[in-house]
């Protein structure tokens, strides 16, 4: 945490950092992990959204220069609380549902990691 801390108080590594992250979302980098989100069920109507998707760009908008770590998982908890854990009907169906957000949010934080990587290595600071 104290890394983490010392990452959000540098105003040039938060400006880099989201900039590498806007680029990914602005190059289209990561339209094969999307597609992965888009599985069609028997039910159109039941057709999953890109929840994963939706949590991380609320994250990359809170994150700033001078932001608290408790801020950034305070939006992440607020998101699973509105995408997750309400809309579950029972306890099996929040069981499939939090599996399911865990296995694809870290393949999209996975992609995410390595996208940036390979093209954005200024974004590591």
């Known amino acids: ?28 980098s990561l ?14 109507k039941k057709r999953q959204k890109n929840i994963q998707l939706k949590c991380l760009k609320n994250f990359i908008s809170s994150l700033t220069s001078s ?3 408790r801020d950034l998982l305070s939006c992440l908890s ?9 809309p579950s009907k029972s306890k099996e169906a ?10 694809k949010w870290n393949l999209l934080l996975s992609n995410v990691g390595k ?3 390979i ?5 590591f600071g």
Request: aromatic share 6%.
């Open 1 to 28: 945490l104290q890394t983490v801390r010392a990452l959000l108080n540098s105003n040039s590594t938060v400006t880099v950092l989201r900039s590498g992250l806007h680029a990914i979302f602005n190059e289209k």
């Open 31 to 44: 339209d094969v992990t999307k597609d992965l989100f888009q599985e069609k069920l028997r039910n159109p």
């Open 67 to 69: 932001t608290d770590i």
């Open 78 to 86: 607020s998101d699973l609380q509105t995408f997750i854990i309400k």
């Open 94 to 103: 929040f069981k499939e549902q939090a599996s399911d957000f865990m296995l």
């Open 115 to 117: 996208i940036l990587t």
């Open 119 to 123: 093209n954005r290595t200024d974004s």
